[in-house]
């Protein structure tokens, strides 16, 4: 009788230490941002909501806590691939973890079942739909539960991009199980999408924890297109051999930018909605698993893409808006290690992205919004302040320093006073009949006497060549940088002439001063800093190990069919170059490294750091 009144108190002292679980487990040494009052709070017993960016380590928040307290842990997930990753990295680290999804036979899924309820298993991955089964939730109902987690819970909003009906069934939860803790975790962070969760999945009492915006470890680049295949062969020599994803406009673009790229004999395959479901899949397992590919793609890739090790973004093409943008370039070092951002764009690209606004659905009021999206975007590509402080900004978070990690800050520029050429190239606009394309106005500006200008009578024009001391390119520049202000128009109807705004007059009048951003030419782009990736290894012998190591994980993840990235993360295998462990006790002090993969891989690894130091000397 006493044992049994003794149990609650026992119940206490099985919980184990948050820190301690995650030295162990998983080989960090420190919590992030609200990880530790998050599993604090939920380790206890609480509910809460949690508003995380990417990368920011929202697993954590429920994979801690479930090993913390008894019983099971169910994890609701919408993307199947998604699922089968993260059960892969659990087991690494030695956790008990299983899925449920419609890929398992009968038989899996019977075994995984029965495991539930004899209490071997930590934390099982869940579907929605098969969660609010009858048979399935009588089947917890008889299992010990030690909470329930959703993932990308955004999902039960009509609001947000990415809903799913299942979801709203989640509300079950709360009514059959009010004792089990639910923890709701989403990087969507806008209000009514937040609001939508707590109501439909009952969180009013959850406690909430929202995080900034701010993805320090991405490096942002904008340049204007001036040679795009050059520029983008540029950046991708600087990132040979490693995961990024390159978004085009078009299937067109997707496919013909690959073809060019596989010929230059890269590593790369093409993803956009007009290939076969089965070449998409294929695709994006061969993406997963292997740890140098390119994926070209268009927007249509990368929902639910969870790929740690993506080391750069580039958009050959701009995005649609700055949430587009975003979210897009939120896919690259979700491990939090070094990835860039670039994006090209250019005045074609405006034009075209108005054009298809225009043609597009949906009534004035939203594409005026759509629009407004445009304009906004144009000023942060034109923008010469911090670019981490206007995305920032956009969401609504103002910081008062500037990043140090994006080009404006790296190669900071100075704008010229472009009031008089801003006045030469509205008039050349103007005087022409607004009938014109940008390469005709610069000829006209230039003095460039051709036969279509001299039939025109244009050459007879008082601004006929009153722009000889200024450049085609910087002209080029000063147009494009026009239409993103909104003083000049690209014709949608697609000649690409350019027209006048009312907010051209008052600078036409002399009453507004203009300043432009000078567009970086490549060369000096070129031989700007080191790259982003290489910056802590800044040792040529250390970069060597880290290629070596590589290939060991890479011969791992094979051997046992999962991604690389489950044996470890890059910033792991990089932190092991930088220290050279010499045992395994120096091993275990690495980021990343726990005592199951100690164990299981730690002997290879610190024979190869052998190896290599001995070849070094
Ligand atoms: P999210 O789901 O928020 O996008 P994840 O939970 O996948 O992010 O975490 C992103 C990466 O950061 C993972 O590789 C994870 O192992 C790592 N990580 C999370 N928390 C920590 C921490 N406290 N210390 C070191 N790495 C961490
Ligand atoms: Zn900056």
């Known amino acids: 009788m006493a044992s049994v009144l003794l149990l609650p108190l026992f119940r206490g002292v099985r919980m184990r230490d948050p820190r301690e679980v995650l030295a162990s487990v998983f080989g960090y040494h420190a919590f992030r941002g609200d990880q530790a009052a998050i599993i604090d709070h939920v380790a206890h017993g609480g509910d809460a909501l949690v508003v995380m960016p990417t990368g920011g380590g929202k697993s954590l928040c429920y994979q801690i806590?479930?090993?913390?307290?008894?019983?099971?842990?169910?994890?609701?997930?919408?993307?199947?691939?998604?699922?089968?990753?993260?059960?892969?990295?659990?087991?690494?680290?030695?956790?008990?973890?299983?899925?449920?999804?419609?890929?398992?036979?009968?038989?899996?899924?019977?075994?995984?079942?029965?495991a539930m309820r004899r209490g071997e298993l930590d934390l099982v991955y869940v579907a929605p739909e098969?969660?609010?089964?009858?048979?399935?939730?009588?089947?917890?109902?008889?299992?010990?539960?030690?909470?329930?987690?959703?993932?990308?819970?955004?999902?039960?909003?009509?609001?947000?991009?990415?809903?799913?009906?299942?979801?709203?069934?989640?509300?079950?939860?709360?009514?059959?199980?009010?004792?089990?803790?639910?923890?709701?975790?989403?990087?969507?962070?806008?209000?009514?999408?937040?609001?939508?969760?707590?109501?439909?999945?009952?969180?009013?009492?959850?406690?909430?924890?929202?995080?900034?915006?701010?993805?320090?470890?991405?490096?942002?680049?904008v340049t204007a297109k001036s040679n795009p295949r050059a520029q983008l062969a540029r950046f991708l020599a600087a990132h040979r051999d490693e995961p990024g994803i390159i978004y085009c406009l078009s299937r067109k673009?997707?496919?013909?930018?690959?073809?060019?790229?596989?010929?230059?004999?890269?590593?790369?395959?093409?993803?956009?909605?007009?290939?076969?479901?089965?070449?998409?899949?294929?695709?994006?397992?061969?993406?997963?698993?292997?740890?140098?590919?390119?994926?070209?793609?268009?927007?249509a890739f990368g929902m639910g893409i969870d790929k740690p090790d993506v080391r750069f973004v580039f958009h050959a093409d701009p995005p649609k808006s700055i949430e587009a943008y975003y979210q897009e370039t939120g896919r690259a070092g979700r491990d939090g290690a070094p990835a860039e951002a670039h994006m090209l764009y250019g005045l074609q690209d405006m034009a075209l992205?108005?054009?298809?606004?225009?043609?597009?659905?949906?009534?004035?009021?939203?594409?005026?919004?759509?629009?407004?999206?445009?304009?906004?975007?144009?000023?942060?590509?034109?923008?010469?302040?911090?670019?981490?402080?206007?995305?920032?900004?956009?969401?609504?978070d103002t910081r008062e320093v500037t990043c140090g990690n994006c080009d404006s800050c790296l190669t900071p520029v100075t704008g010229w006073d472009g009031t008089v050429a801003a006045q030469k190239a509205l008039s050349a606009i103007y005087r022409t009949g607004q009938r014109y394309g940008v390469g005709y106005l610069v000829d006209v500006l230039r003095g460039e006497g051709n036969e279509r200008i001299t039939r025109a009578g244009h050459d007879t024009l008082a601004v006929f060549g009153v722009g000889r001391d200024i450049e085609a390119s910087t002209w080029q520049s000063v147009f494009r940088q026009l239409v993103a202000g909104g003083l000049?128009?690209?014709?949608?109807?697609?000649?690409?002439?350019?027209?006048?705004?009312?907010?051209?007059?008052?600078?036409?009048?002399?009453?507004?001063?203009?300043?432009?951003?000078?567009?970086?030419?490549?060369?000096?782009?070129?031989?700007?800093?080191?790259?982003?990736?290489?910056?802590?290894?800044?040792?040529?012998?250390?970069?060597?190990?880290?290629?070596?190591?590589?290939?060991?994980?890479?011969?791992?993840?094979?051997?046992?069919?999962?991604?690389?990235?489950?044996?470890?993360?890059?910033?792991?295998?990089?932190?092991?170059?930088?220290?050279?462990?010499?045992?395994?006790?120096?091993?275990?002090?690495?980021?990343?490294?726990?005592?199951?993969?100690?164990?299981?891989?730690?002997?290879?690894?610190?024979?190869?750091?052998?190896?290599?130091?001995?070849?070094?000397?």
């Open 253 to 299: 673009r997707v496919d013909d930018t690959a073809a060019a790229l596989h010929g230059e004999g890269l590593n790369v395959l093409p993803y956009h909605a007009g290939l076969s479901a089965s070449e998409r899949n294929a695709n994006q397992e061969r993406f997963l698993r292997d740890d140098s590919m390119v994926m070209v793609a268009t927007v």
């Open 65 to 114: 806590p479930a090993l913390m307290r008894s019983g099971i842990a169910v994890v609701v997930s919408p993307l199947i691939a998604l699922m089968q990753d993260q059960v892969a990295a659990l087991k690494q680290l030695g956790v008990r973890a299983a899925v449920l999804n419609s890929t398992l036979s009968l038989d899996e899924a019977a075994a995984t079942e029965g």
């Open 353 to 396: 992205l108005r054009q298809l606004l225009a043609r597009g659905d949906g009534d004035e009021a939203h594409r005026r919004v759509e629009r407004h999206k445009l304009t906004a975007l144009w000023g942060y590509c034109e923008s010469m302040r911090c670019r981490r402080q206007v995305l920032l900004e956009y969401f609504g």
């Open 488 to 617: 000049v128009e690209v014709d949608v109807e697609g000649h690409g002439s350019l027209t006048l705004t009312p907010e051209a007059r008052p600078v036409l009048r002399g009453e507004k001063s203009i300043t432009f951003r000078p567009d970086l030419r490549p060369s000096a782009k070129a031989v700007r800093g080191p790259r982003a990736v290489e910056e802590d290894l800044s040792d040529p012998g250390d970069v060597a190990l880290f290629h070596t190591l590589r290939g060991k994980r890479l011969e791992l993840a094979k051997a046992q069919n999962v991604p690389p990235y489950v044996i470890f993360h890059d910033r792991t295998l990089r932190e092991m170059a930088r220290k050279k462990p010499k045992s395994l006790d120096e091993l275990a002090r690495v980021s990343g490294v726990g005592a199951s993969k100690l164990e299981r891989y730690g002997a290879d690894f610190v024979a190869l750091v052998a190896a290599h130091a001995h070849v070094g000397a």
């Open 130 to 221: 098969r969660l609010v089964l009858p048979r399935f939730l009588s089947i917890l109902e008889r299992s010990e539960l030690a909470l329930f987690a959703i993932d990308e819970a955004h999902c039960v909003s009509q609001w947000g991009h990415d809903f799913r009906p299942e979801y709203l069934q989640l509300a079950v939860l709360a009514e059959r199980f009010p004792a089990v803790p639910r923890v709701a975790l989403t990087a969507t962070a806008d209000e009514p999408t937040r609001n939508d969760i707590i109501a439909r999945l009952s969180l009013g009492k959850a406690r909430q924890f929202i995080s900034g915006f701010d993805r320090p470890n991405i490096r942002y680049n």
